[in-house]
């Protein structure tokens, strides 16, 4: 019988969704090299090797590669041109790089949606200003590079469009629009596929947005039967179109009539699933870990309504967390922060989870935790 705890994993990016990775497989008791260009980063203390180096620096990526038996990565916006070279060369890459290559262009990605049938809003290339005329509304993106609201603008009426394309670099960046989804609210589905193509899907998560940043999942989404069910099959089907190895996250839109389009798709943990790490038994980051070394997964059932607060940067300055001792006087409040020594306005520095026998009184508690638990700059 193999010790597949003496694999070893390479991870590229050591930010805070690779420190929860590495928490996970060290527990496990993985070997771990990281990759990522600030000595400080995050995963520094608890990864056994760092390589400082830029996340596209293929020399480093090479490095990385030789010491590693599998590698993974915490964030798609990295160059996935080296990363298929390796795997060509017999590296094993999980997510792959075929479907990473896809999913960050987000018109290739919409496009694989509705090759394969999966609802999406409806969407264009926009080439120029011209491809935009008579258009009365819709979101206009960029096909690569946005995250957290950045890279996107909102059409509401004719007269935005001349400002959209010019906000987003129009004429020297690849453009999109979306149809504008009149959705009630927000879910995400948190899945895990293995290697051998066996796929499980945590509780749905109901995530509520604030400048277009995540602000707040409750857990279970307050949605029926019906729809919970169809979002974790649609779910489970990008799964098998990308033949995702790991944990990826599914964004979709839920209207008032119950239609479900998927937004876009991340193919790593994502913040609307750290929910997971007090709420199920284990968490995304673990099953993440289980599939890229081809271990069984972990139950996903979810042990008691969650709600998990997005901590962002209240100003600029040295990070200092305020009001821990005044939210943990409620034994059910847990908070993770991820190691970001600056605080800026709007960065995430942290979250905190608390559970509790209803939805409803997890919302309670954590609302009342959110008035208390702030990140400031000194």
Request: proline share 4%; glycine share 8%.
């Amino acid at each position: 019988m193999t010790d597949v705890t003496k694999k070893k994993i390479g991870i590229i990016g050591g930010g805070q969704l690779g420190k929860m990775m590495i928490l996970e497989a060290k527990r496990l008791g993985f070997y771990v090299i990281t990759l990522d260009p600030a000595p400080d980063c995050p995963s520094s203390s608890i990864s056994d090797e760092l390589i400082t180096a830029p996340l596209n620096d293929e020399r480093a990526l090479r490095e990385l590669a030789s010491k590693a038996d599998v590698i993974t990565y915490e964030w798609e916006l990295i160059n996935a041109k080296p990363l298929k070279q390796l795997e060509s060369e017999g590296v094993l890459i999980y997510p792959s790089a075929n479907s990473l290559e896809i999913i960050q262009d987000k018109f290739l990605q919409n496009t694989a949606f509705k090759n394969a049938g999966i609802p999406t809003p409806d969407f264009k290339k926009v080439h120029s200003i011209a491809d935009l005329s008579g258009v009365k509304s819709g979101m206009l993106k960029t096909t690569i590079g946005g995250y957290d609201g950045k890279g996107t603008a909102l059409i509401r009426t004719e007269a935005d469009t001349e400002a959209a394309f010019a906000a987003l670099g129009g004429g020297s960046k690849e453009l999109m629009l979306e149809e504008l989804i009149d959705f009630e609210l927000e879910i995400s589905v948190i899945a895990c596929r293995a290697i051998d193509g066996t796929c499980v899907i945590y509780p749905i998560a109901e995530n509520i947005h604030t400048d277009s940043i995540l602000d707040t999942t409750i857990v279970p989404a307050r949605i029926n039967k019906e729809i919970e069910e169809k979002a974790s099959q649609i779910a489970a089907k990008v799964m098998e179109i990308f033949e995702g190895v790991g944990t990826f996250c599914v964004e979709m839109f839920v209207t008032k009539e119950g239609k479900i389009y998927v937004n876009e798709v991340a193919p790593r943990p994502h913040n609307s699933g750290h929910y997971t790490i007090e709420g199920c038994f284990a968490n995304q980051f673990e099953n993440h870990i289980r599939a890229i070394v081809n271990l069984p997964f972990g139950s996903v059932k979810l042990k008691q309504p969650t709600v998990m607060v997005n901590l962002l940067g209240e100003s600029d300055g040295k990070a200092t967390l305020v009001g821990a001792e005044e939210a943990y006087a409620d034994p059910n409040v847990r908070i993770h922060l991820y190691g970001k020594p600056e605080s800026k306005k709007a960065r995430k520095m942290g979250h905190f989870t608390v559970i509790d026998d209803t939805v409803e009184g997890a919302v309670e508690r954590a609302e009342r935790a959110k008035k208390i638990i702030k990140v400031i700059g000194s």
